[in-house]
């Protein structure tokens, strides 16, 4: 029970949202470094694995934050009553999730245009 309260509490949400922020704050912030800097292979390989971060903990956020009510319910062992914190955070775990797999999306993208395997007709 005690479980299924901190996941339902305001507090607690804004704690675990204040540090992926602050996580992902820090990883563009040496993003950024890397980008001013002379850029190399060593930095871009750098660069790939700081945005492999970012979107990782996006999506993994955005899960925590859209699966909550499911959590909430199994931990109770029945349907506990869906408030408004649960609507909200159903919507921008669902926004999270997406950027997260669309910074993937471009990552694989890009991968497949500048591999050698891909061959571009005249």
């Known amino acids: 029970m005690l479980f299924t309260k901190l996941l339902a509490n305001r507090l607690f949400l804004l704690f675990i949202s204040l540090v992926v922020t602050g996580i992902i704050g820090t990883l563009m912030v040496h993003e950024l470094e890397l980008m001013f800097s002379e850029l190399s292979h060593e930095t871009l390989a750098q660069l790939k694995e700081d945005e492999e971060g970012i979107?990782?903990?996006?999506?993994?956020?955005?899960?925590?934050?859209?699966?909550?009510?499911?959590?909430?319910?199994?931990?109770?062992?029945?349907?506990?009553?869906?408030?408004?914190?649960?609507?909200?955070?159903?919507?921008?775990?669902?926004?999270?999730?997406?950027?997260?797999?669309?910074?993937?999306?471009?990552?694989?993208?890009?991968?497949?245009?500048?591999?050698?395997?891909?061959?571009?007709?005249?």
């Open 55 to 122: 979107a990782i903990l996006l999506v993994g956020f955005g899960v925590l934050l859209e699966g909550r009510h499911i959590l909430q319910n199994w931990i109770a062992g029945h349907e506990v009553e869906a408030t408004e914190t649960t609507h909200l955070c159903e919507y921008y775990g669902f926004i999270l999730l997406a950027l997260g797999l669309f910074i993937e999306i471009f990552d694989q993208i890009t991968n497949l245009i500048h591999s050698p395997l891909v061959v571009f007709l005249d």
